[in-house]
Nanobody, 120 residues
Framework: QVQLVESGGGSVQAGGSLRLTCAAS????????MSWFRQAPGKEREFVSS???????DYADSVKGRFTMSRNNAENTVYLQMNSLNADDTAMYYC??????????????WGQGIQVTVSS
């Protein structure tokens, strides 16, 4: 059973920074890909960033240049450094994990979400 625990959210003024952490409890010999998604009130959940087992990252256009995703493989933990935050970044942020074994993706697991609020 995979468990994901997010931390580091909160409230910040526009222009400020936050660092989100997602710690995964998982025992696997497979590659682990992790992502961040977010959902603002009244909007659909959207992709924010991802990182694969080779530390290759991908970002939504809206956060490129402001957000940086990294990982600690030994601890199955990922981080999302968010800089130059603005009101549009206000949302519930969710961590997602998916395994890749022999080219086959396993089922995904989601964290419970953590709130980020940016005031202007």
């Amino acid at each position: 059973q995979v468990q994901l625990v997010e931390s580091g959210g909160g409230s910040v003024q526009a222009g400020g920074s936050l660092r989100l952490t997602c710690a995964a409890s998982i025992h696997t010999y497979c590659n682990i890909h992790m992502s961040w998604f977010r959902q603002a009130p009244g909007k659909e959940r959207e992709f924010v960033s991802s990182i694969d087992s080779n530390n290759s990252t991908d970002y939504a256009d809206s956060v490129k240049g402001r957000f940086t995703m990294s990982r600690n493989n030994a601890e199955n933990t990922v981080y999302l450094q968010m800089n130059s935050l603005n009101a549009d970044d206000t949302a519930m942020y969710y961590c997602k994990l998916i395994t890749l074994c022999s080219g086959v993706y396993g089922p995904s697991a989601w964290g419970q979400g953590i709130q980020v609020t940016v005031s202007s």
